[in-house]
């Protein structure tokens, strides 16, 4: 993800790279990843979803399926906590700059900036050649397939 209003070397140097996939401390500990990425709208939200499953194992005698909606709630920041983070970026302004396949943040930042002042996409697109002109000239030999017709009919 890259700022608003940044440009040439700048863009770089402030890009954010947000890894898609668990996220393993959102798990362990969901407020406090979720306040250290300043999602503050989704902490609330996870401090609330704590105190009602809190209530409930107070004024309930549910408490076998209290810590399984606890393990549910961490489950879920977990698996949607870089999502979340991206749509907080996206919220206060930034864009989406590249997709990157890599193996770790070091390679994924290699890969962006050999992309992105280099001036050209990491991979060439290949064309495929016109097929030659005699071969579309020629009429099907056979019948075809499905609800198109052929010579004959």
Do not use: C
């Not at 990843?33 to 194992?57: D, K, S």
């Not at 193996?103 to 992105?116: T, V, W």
């Amino acid at each position: 993800m890259e700022p608003p209003r940044a440009t040439g070397a700048e863009t770089g140097v402030q890009a954010e790279i947000v890894r898609d996939g668990f996220a393993l401390l959102a798990f362990i500990a969901p407020l406090l990843w979720l306040l250290w990425y300043r999602l503050w709208l989704e902490a609330i939200l996870v401090f609330l979803a704590a105190a009602v499953i809190a209530t409930l194992g107070n004024f309930t005698g549910l408490g076998a399926v209290l810590p399984v909606l606890s393990l549910l709630v961490s489950a879920y920041i977990g698996i949607e906590g870089q999502a979340m983070r991206l749509a907080r970026l996206r919220r206060i302004g930034w864009r989406e700059a590249a997709v990157i396949e890599a193996g770790n943040k070091a390679e994924a930042e290699i890969r962006y900036f050999s992309g992105a002042f280099a001036g050209q996409p990491d991979q060439q697109t290949v064309h495929p050649a016109a097929p030659p002109a005699t071969a579309l000239s020629k009429p099907a030999a056979g019948p075809a397939l499905g609800l198109f017709e052929y010579p004959g009919n």
